[in-house]
């Protein structure tokens, strides 16, 4: 049913049905009229939400079936730091304030197209959405939005066709349009690529390749390198060279391994990844682009996940990068920020009650010292549940510091005793916070306006035994992201392993060809 109150002039896109939806719930009509004579909308922000939903046949936007989607959680994340960090409330809503944390901590969500608090939620999203283009939009037109926010499954090629031949699409984030243009223009070669067929691949023999050896593999990689223009020269023999050892170091770079020039089955195999694959992981990245905050002026922190590194800003520039190690699984954790206001010295750990019955009490039961030895201590009782805390100490598993930024995910950066785990190039292994490779370093970097700590004192606070809490004088915006593709200062593509598959659910909904 249509309400009389539409513009006649708008038609429905009806093209898009259940079958090719990106996002596999469909708004009645009515609904969207009902909301907004109930909310008095502008009449500017009324007719853009009806063209919106018209192109998109009253396909949902921010949610499906399974959930909050990428689209949706990357704007609600882009509403929050405006307000934190850059002091715009344009699109802010209290409503949805109180709504949107559960959901975007709730990695299970069932929805149906008949639930009124999701539709009413998905309105007050799209409402929002149009505010926050009012006052940050750069004009961005509706068949631009099908960019920003898809509304269909295509085939691969088409995709990376049809945004190869547009005009570079406007990002919601100001900063991240020259990312934008960067990954586009890598778009443009591996489709140039997957025209002719994309790439041979390369079997891996157990032959171990390094400078120095001979081997037909060898003519076989110095082509692959040629076609992504990481090897320039014009030889094709089986010697592998110090040129060619130049090129595998920095594939290796820009693959996260370290750069040792060793090529071992891992790297083969990422290697032998096919083009059509790349392309999707290019566009998806392309996608998650337009949702990145923008940088400010001051200190910034922003950890890439796919990455495992931590990079330092100031006044936009890069001041330093540290290695991380991130959670095993972060279901939902695309991308979200947060504002780190606290140092916690030698903290205790507040053991999650998951990892006390999953972890703790199989332990207790079967060792009576293990608590002791483990330096945990019981504080009381919840359900039924011991509530354990390990003290301050060398076992700790915190480590010796930890940095804390408010997030619905209760994720924070921390040291680690286990410092073993740095030498790994993939680095998933955490309960899900984020540990930092050298913590005395970020800790003298945010307190370094702060002249009561100085670095003694700070390591003495480190391994005294005794928690203590120091606030910071100036509050430094995180920005956590979840990018498996990008160009970097140098101009080289950077590939990663889609660790938590967050890839894989956009690229099902984004491709017909998806496998």
Known sequence: MESDT??????????????????D?????????????????????????????????????WFATDGLSEQGRGFWNLVSYSVTTLKDSSAFSKALNRRMPNITSNDTLAVRANDTA????????????????????????????????????????????????????????????????????????????????GWQSIAFTGLKLKPGVNAPEIALLKKRLQTVGLFAESDTTTNYNSNLDTAIKSLQASLGYTPNGY????????????????????????????????????????????????????????????????????AGTVIFTGNLTEIVFSPYWNIPPSITKREIVPKMKADKGYMAKQRLEITGYSNGLPIVRQLPGLKNSLGRVKFLFHN???????????KSLFNKDKRAYSHGCIRIADP?????????????????????????????????????????????????????????DDIYGHDAVTAHKMFTDFK
């Open 6 to 23: 539409m513009d006649k002039n708008l038609k429905r896109n009806t093209s898009i049905t259940v079958t090719n939806a990106y996002n």
């Open 25 to 61: 719930l469909f708004l009645d009509s009515a609904a969207l009229e009902t909301f907004i004579t109930r909310e008095n909308l502008h009449d500017s922000i009324a007719t853009r939400m009806r063209a919106f939903y018209f192109d998109r046949n009253f396909e949902f936007a």
């Open 118 to 197: 999701f539709v009413t939620t998905e309105l007050m999203l799209t409402q929002s959405f149009m505010r926050y283009l009012n006052q940050n939009g750069n004009n961005i037109s509706n068949d631009q939005l099908q960019n920003i926010i898809p509304i269909k499954k295509e085939n691969t090629m088409q995709l990376a066709d049809a945004f190869i031949k547009t005009d570079n699409s406007p990002s919601l984030g100001k900063d991240a349009g020259d990312a934008y243009k960067l990954l586009k223009n890598q778009l443009k070669l591996y489709y140039t690529l997957a025209q002719k067929g």
């Open 263 to 330: 090529i071992n089955d891992s790297l083969l195999k990422d290697l032998n990844i096919p083009v059509e694959k790349r392309l999707q992981q290019l566009l998806v990245n392309l996608n998650r682009l337009h949702w990145m905050p923008d940088m400010v002026p001051g200190k910034l922190i922003v950890t890439n996940i796919p990455e495992y590194v931590l990079h330092v800003y100031n006044d936009k520039k890069k001041v330093f990068e540290m290695d991380v190690v991130v959670g095993k699984d972060g």
């Open 408 to 418: 619905s995910y209760n994720i924070y950066f921390h040291d680690t005793p286990q």
């Open 440 to 496: 005395v370093k970020m800790a003298e970097y945010l307190l370094e306006d702060n002249q009561k700590w100085t670095p003694e004192k700070i390591t003495e606070a480190m391994n005294s035994g005794r928690e203590k809490y120091v606030s910071l004088k100036h509050g430094v915006p995180v920005i956590i992201a979840y990018y498996t593709a990008w160009v970097d200062e140098i101009g080289r593509l950077n590939l990663r």
